[in-house]
């Protein structure tokens, strides 16, 4: 099955919320691509010494920030 080139038109955000942290933010959201099955993407973005936001790997939470965005995904789930 071949792959097309990605559509930003075609990717709905069906939810979203961002949840602030002292130097980071973590996004929950819902998308549905090409009216698709809906998926869960969860992203974090640091921001640099200048004030700058730039996206990192979500990797590893520490619990203040688990606490945090599990009711967030809690809410997302309902989306799906």
């Keep these: ?9 075609l ?3 069906l939810f979203s919320e961002t949840i602030a942290f002292e130097t980071s933010r973590i996004t929950v959201g819902v998308f549905s691509y090409n009216d698709g099955e809906k998926k869960m993407q969860v992203s974090r973005e640091n921001m640099s010494q200048d004030g700058e936001w730039s996206f ?12 945090k965005v599990i009711p967030v ?4 789930l309902k989306h799906m």
């Design 1 to 9: 099955m071949a792959f097309g080139k990605f559509n930003k038109d």
């Design 73 to 76: 995904m809690e809410k997302a």
């Design 11 to 13: 990717d709905k955000e």
């Design 56 to 67: 990192a790997k979500l990797g590893r939470m520490f619990k203040d920030e688990a606490e």
